[in-house]
């Protein structure tokens, strides 16, 4: 069974940071595209930031490039997102998802399995 399994979210002060995992198993991630999507109430779920299967090619949405980092583990069934200089306008539920084709990234319909989010809150 394919699972994805998110951790690391919390409440922090705005200029903060935190670190997400997430941890991939029920099957080989090393080859898949794994990425990080966030969703605030009442808005749809919007691109964060990617990673390619080998770990050489990285993507960050506008909104936080230069303030998160998106890395992979050495087994490369996990990875992390970085998250610097917190906003209180990043604060959402957070989505780790896997998916095959880097061509289609920064949409939902790219990937082939989701986690269930943590939760990221940042007060001002």
């Known amino acids: 069974q394919v699972q994805l399994v998110e951790s690391g979210g919390g409440l922090v002060q705005a200029g903060g940071s935190l670190r997400l995992s997430c941890a991939a198993s029920?099957?080989?991630?090393?080859?898949?595209?794994m990425g990080w999507f966030r969703q605030a109430p009442g808005k749809e779920r919007d691109f964060v930031a990617a990673?390619?299967?080998?770990?050489?090619?990285?993507a960050y949405a506008d909104s936080v490039k230069g303030r998160f980092t998106i890395s992979r583990g050495n087994a490369k069934n996990t990875n992390y997102l970085q998250m610097n200089s917190l906003k209180p306008e990043d604060t959402a539920v957070y989505y780790c998802?896997?998916?095959?084709?880097?061509?289609?990234?920064?949409?939902?319909?790219?990937?082939?399995?989701w986690g269930q989010g943590t939760q990221v809150t940042v007060s001002s």
């Open positions: 990673i390619s299967g080998g770990g050489g090619r990285t």
């Open positions: 029920g099957r080989a991630f090393n080859s898949y595209v």
């Open positions: 998802a896997a998916g095959a084709n880097w061509g289609t990234i920064r949409t939902t319909e790219g990937y082939d399995y």
